[in-house]
C-alpha cells in the first residue's frame, strides 16, 4: 500500500531520521571527513552529526544568502549569518548537509560559497529529508528519506528544535510557503 500524502499527522520523526543519516554516514566517516552545515536547519543536524560520528575536523557553517540565485530580486535575508569554515577547505573532503533538500538551488549556492575558501577535494550532500521537486542534477549520497511523492511549491517541510542547545530535540513541522 502507497504512503498517504504527507500531512501534518505523520510526518516522519525527525530524530529517528538523524539515526538513520548517522548510521549511514558511519561507514564513511574517517579522519578526512568535514562537515559543513547550511544555516540554519542544517547547521542543527551537523552539530548532532559531527558529535555522533566523533569527526576530528572542526565542524563549519554556512550562509548561502550571496550565492543565491534569488539575492538581486529578493535582496539579503534578514535572518541571514555568517559563514565559518574553521579548517582548509583546498583538498578537503567535504559533506554539506542541509535538513530538507528541493529545487537544488540552495545547495548550488552552498557550493559556491565553499569555493570561494578554496578547492575541495569532493564534496558530497546529506540531508534529512529529500522532498523531491529537483530543478537541478543535484541529489543526496546520504539521505535518511524521500518523501513517496513531491510536496506541491506551496508547502515546505521545515527542521524546528525544541531548544537553543545541541541535544535539543528535532522536529518536523510542514508549513505553507508564502512566497511560493
Same mark, same amino acid.
Given at each position: 500500500m502507497p504512503d498517504s500524502p504527507l500531512n501534518p499527522s505523520n510526518l516522519p520523526e525527525a530524530e529517528a531520521l538523524l539515526g538513520a543519516l548517522v548510521a549511514a554516514m558511519r561507514p564513511h566517516a574517517g579522519p578526512a571527513m568535514a562537515l559543513v552545515g547550511i544555516h540554519t536547519g542544517g547547521v542543527w543536524l551537523a552539530e548532532r552529526l559531527h558529535a555522533a560520528l566523533g569527526l576530528s575536523i572542526p565542524l563549519g557553517s554556512i550562509d548561502v544568502s550571496f550565492h543565491r540565485d534569488d539575492y538581486a530580486s529578493k535582496g539579503l535575508h534578514p535572518? *541571514?549569518?555568517? /559563514? /565559518? @569554515? $574553521?579548517? &582548509? +577547505?583546498?583538498? *578537503?573532503? @567535504? +559533506?554539506? +548537509? &542541509?535538513d530538507v533538500l528541493y529545487t537544488g538551488r540552495t545547495i548550488r549556492? *552552498?557550493?559556491?560559497?565553499?569555493? &570561494?575558501?578554496?578547492? $575541495? *577535494? #569532493?564534496?558530497?550532500?546529506?540531508v534529512l529529508v529529500d522532498r523531491g521537486g529537483r530543478e537541478m542534477p543535484i541529489f543526496a549520497r546520504y539521505c535518511a528519506h524521500t518523501l513517496a511523492e513531491p510536496l506541491p511549491a506551496s508547502r515546505e517541510l521545515v527542521l524546528? #528544535?525544541?531548544?537553543? &542547545?545541541?541535544s535539543s530535540l528535532l522536529s518536523l513541522e510542514l508549513k505553507d510557503r508564502h512566497d511560493a
Open positions: 535572518g *541571514a549569518k555568517g /559563514s /565559518s @569554515i $574553521p579548517f &582548509d +577547505v583546498a583538498a *578537503a573532503e @567535504i +559533506v554539506i +548537509v &542541509d549556492a *552552498a557550493m559556491n560559497e565553499l569555493y &570561494d575558501y578554496g578547492r $575541495p *577535494a #569532493r564534496i558530497e550532500l546529506a524546528a #528544535r525544541a531548544g537553543d &542547545d545541541t
